[in-house]
């Protein structure tokens, strides 16, 4: 027997539970329950706050929704808005533990409504809600996503600050029932009190007192248990490059690593990998706040990169992740949109320079050749070496100076970013250094160390920047001379092709500022020049075409338009633009208790005139 609600005149069932009675399309299931959860929280809430809706017009409307009379109809009312906030967005993504919460809390909540208020027409819509979750449960399979216990105190903070600032709305919209004139600092212990089961020192006329109460301790109770069921459920780490998936990914660059200038930042062990079917193609990603990220092109063989991109659609699918890549090639693009139905978008340019048609000749290369002479006229020199070549000692020097110069607190780099310096099994790399003695070399750490650019190889003949570092007082310029001494040196190193920085929306910024250009361009330029005051857009563009390179287009493949945003979110929050992580004192803490991922400290991110995404 099917429940339906079509005949119902009264409108006091929500659109979406009707909805989703008529029968709703098996792919839409998540979507409209979500959305059904979530507004049945906020109004569930909001009976259970304000006396005033619960007794006004919406009353009628209120009667669908579970408790809305009563001390403890109130608080229980409370209790199971938020819960069923906090469950929407998981049924949203289809994640099975969400659907086992939501099929226990709705009928506990139709109930509640039977029980204590006799409300036929609620009991109904959340047993329909809950009918329909059981009907469909094909469609909630989703997995966990990764997790540490650190969440738990997460939700300590977030959690109790929000019922801390509902709990002092609670206090405060019975003013007609309070017993003298409470300042704010008595309400607000009242509720810290009240969240641990204790009166307080605000009074109420009549039953007030025991509705304030029930609701308080409530949402108390509500942050004691989610914050140890977090605490105590087993944890589920994410996804990291392990010594094996490091080898394996390295054999395949050593075949294939020629091919895509991006190949070797897959090997930051912060990220994780798919591999296809037969082991010769590899999709390494990394997941923020449930997007999936890949960076670049597929690692290896081009005929298997299909094998691999549907392993990463299926692992994608299976935690209800968002699917998204950053940064890959024209062809890569191509490949990903065929066997996907993805869809591209244009994010910017990578800047190639061929060391053999480099040269400082020219009238267009004379700001470079004017600031490179007038540095070594300054007394600096350069020296240009694989990291093999380095002694252990200039290494550790060497990498101390470069986080030591970091220009922000965070590290920043995800997609064209290694993560570290001198790692034993990345020998192959190239590091430039500026060299000048003074009055201060004596006494600094760094010995005569000025300024620092890494390059990670790109094949056998080729290599691409990772980051660049100097020292605040050195000369300005420092960027320019050691990519001018690498692209001189490229070829007893066996280099022919550099990769420089990435620019973003590099077309639009050169199209931008041409004769003729139209209003729409004009504008879209001076918004990228706007922005270019908080992100290294118009600047990068601007150092990298001093070397007159090649352009060679990057793209991003996305699923909808709707999921750009959040794409564009997690890939900030990647490159680390954006922090959304644990107060610093914490991450300090947790950060220590993580083994590093190489016998050095780690390094990564950029400053100014750096690669970056």
Request: aromatic share 8%; glycine share 10%.
């Amino acid at each position: 027997m099917s429940v339906t609600l079509d005949g119902d005149k009264s409108g006091l069932v929500p659109r979406a539970v009707r909805k989703l009675a008529r029968g709703p399309r098996p792919e839409a299931v998540p979507a409209l329950v979500g959305t059904a959860c979530t507004f049945v929280g906020l109004v569930d809430v909001a009976a259970g706050v304000f006396p005033r809706f619960r007794h006004s017009r919406m009353h009628t409307f209120a009667e669908v929704l579970p408790g809305a009379l009563g001390p403890f109809a109130a608080a229980l009312s409370l209790s199971a808005g938020v819960l069923l906030l906090l469950l929407a967005h998981g049924l949203k993504r289809r994640k099975r533990r969400a659907w086992r919460a939501a099929v226990a809390l709705l009928p506990a909540g139709a109930a509640a409504q039977f029980t204590y208020r006799h409300s036929v027409i609620g009991t109904v819509v959340s047993l329909t809600l809950c009918y329909l979750l059981v009907r469909h449960r094909n469609e909630f399979t989703a997995l966990p996503d990764p997790r540490s216990r650190w969440r738990a105190l997460a939700n300590f903070v977030l959690l109790g600050a929000g019922s801390l600032g509902l709990g002092l709305v609670i206090v405060s919209v019975h003013p007609g029932r309070v017993v003298g004139n409470p300042s704010i600092a008595d309400r607000l212990q009242h509720v810290l009190y009240g969240m641990f089961g204790f009166e307080g020192p605000v009074e109420y006329a009549g039953v007030t007192s025991w509705t304030v109460a029930y609701s308080l301790g409530a949402l108390g109770l509500l942050t004691a248990v989610t914050t140890i069921y977090l605490a105590f459920r087993p944890e589920h780490p994410a996804a990291r490059l392990t010594e094996e998936d490091e080898l394996r990914l390295r054999a395949l660059l050593d075949k294939h690593g020629s091919r895509d200038s991006l190949g070797h930042f897959a090997l930051r062990r912060d990220k994780g990998v798919v591999f296809s079917p037969s082991g010769k193609a590899a999709v390494c990603y990394r997941v923020v706040s449930g997007v999936m990220l890949a960076s670049g092109d597929p690692i290896g063989d081009v005929e298997a990169w299909p094998g691999a991109i549907e392993r990463f659609m299926d692992e994608a699918k299976a935690h209800s992740w968002t699917p998204a890549v950053m940064g890959c090639s024209e062809t890569g693009g191509e490949v990903w949109t065929r066997e996907t139905g993805l869809d591209a978008l244009e994010l910017g340019d990578e800047a190639v320079v061929d060391v053999a048609d480099f040269s400082l000749a020219g009238r267009a290369m004379r700001n470079v050749r004017q600031m490179v002479k007038r540095i070594e006229r300054a007394g600096y020199e350069t020296r240009v070496r694989r990291v093999r070549d380095i002694g252990e000692t200039e290494l550790t020097r060497i990498r101390r100076a470069a986080a030591d110069w970091r220009g922000t607190d965070t590290e920043r780099g995800f997609s064209m970013a290694l993560g570290r310096i001198g790692d034993p099994a990345d020998g192959d790399c190239v590091i430039a250094t500026a060299h000048k003695a003074d009055e201060r070399t004596a006494d600094s750490p760094y010995g005569d160390l000025k300024a620092v650019i890494h390059f990670v190889p790109w094949g056998t003949d080729g290599m691409s920047l990772e980051l660049m570092r100097r020292d605040r007082s050195a000369d300005p310029g420092m960027n320019e001379l050691l990519i001018v001494a690498s692209l001189q040196d490229a070829p007893r190193l066996g280099i022919e092709r550099i990769s420089l920085n990435f620019a973003m929306f590099r077309s639009a910024l050169a199209r931008g500022e041409r004769l003729g250009a139209g209003p729409v361009l004009r504008g879209w330029r001076g918004l990228l020049i706007f922005l270019s005051r908080w992100f290294q857009i118009e600047s990068l563009y601007k150092f990298n075409a001093k070397f007159r390179p090649r352009w060679e287009p990057r793209f991003v493949v996305y699923r909808s338009s709707r999921d750009l945003p959040r794409i564009s979110f997690a890939a900030m929050q990647a490159e680390g633009f954006v922090n959304v992580g644990l107060p610093r004192p914490f991450a300090r803490r947790f950060a220590s208790a993580r083994p590093l991922p190489c016998a050095h400290a780690p390094v990564a991110g950029q400053e100014h005139g750096a690669r970056t995404a």
